[in-house]
């Protein structure tokens, strides 16, 4: 299910801290709201592990996380340069107009329509002819696809997947974690596979993040325009 879509301005609070998540990177650094304008965010300067200060590409695009007690907020954004509040280094970034919320850590499916190349590898670790799949669903750490017969819950799969704008080629390793049936008629099933992504770097899965969450943005919009 997707997560619920909020205005940034009912979340984003001054004195919030924040994780940032860059392409191409694969820690995440640690921020803080500093002031919120009309079209200007100012957070913290982040620094990485050799308390070397981060600088991104002007307007280079990346995410972000934000918290409460409760949940956790994603938020899309570009980066505008960066100046001095006071004594404090800081980023200027452009005022996100919308957050997405989170009940825990896991990364929100959303339904798509693509395709997915499936080679199932046995417990010997021989791998079987690739087979094309309808993709159920798709996060930043996993896809759901369907499947014509069982496969076991732990069983290894290598996948390809080709459609999602920005990534290009993906191939990757996984593991099946779910394998649920579904009768379509009498005696007559499918299975809805659920895969998780096993060592898929932060910069892919930041731009798999990003697709997700622009597709659920354009559900939303044909469900507002059908009230």
């Not at 994780?19 to 982040?46: K, Q, T, Y």
């Not at 980066?79 to 970034?93: A, C, D, N, Y």
């Not at 930043?140 to 080709?162: A, D, R, S």
């Not at 898929?200 to 990003?210: G, M, Y």
Request: aromatic content about 8%; proline content about 4%.
């Amino acid at each position: 299910m997707a997560g619920e879509i909020l205005k940034a301005e009912e979340v984003l609070k001054v004195g919030q801290r924040l994780e940032i998540f860059l392409d191409g990177r694969e820690e995440h650094f640690h921020s803080r709201i500093e002031d919120i304008r009309p079209d200007v965010m100012i957070v913290a300067m982040p620094f990485d592990n050799q308390r070397v200060p981060v600088i991104p590409a002007t307007g280079e695009s990346f995410y972000g996380l934000a918290a409460d007690k409760a949940s956790r907020y994603r938020f899309f954004t570009k980066f505008l340069g960066t100046s001095k509040e006071g004594q404090v280094p800081v980023w200027r970034i452009t005022k996100p107009t919308e957050c997405e919320k989170f009940q825990d850590r896991a990364f929100v499916r959303v339904r798509v329509k693509l395709h997915v190349k499936v080679r199932l590898v046995d417990e010997e670790g021989c791998i079987a002819e690739p087979v094309v799949a309808p993709v159920i669903d798709l996060s930043g750490n996993g896809i759901g696809f369907v499947w014509p017969k069982e496969v076991k819950v732990g069983t290894q799969v290598g996948l390809e997947i080709n459609e999602i704008p920005n990534v290009g080629a993906l191939e990757i390793m996984s593991q099946v974690v779910r394998c649920t049936a579904v009768k379509r008629g009498e005696n007559d099933y499918i299975y809805h596979i659920g895969a998780s992504f096993q060592h898929l770097s932060r910069a892919i899965a930041n731009k798999i993040v990003h697709y997700v969450f622009t597709v659920q943005r354009e559900v939303i919009a044909k469900g507002i325009g059908k009230d």
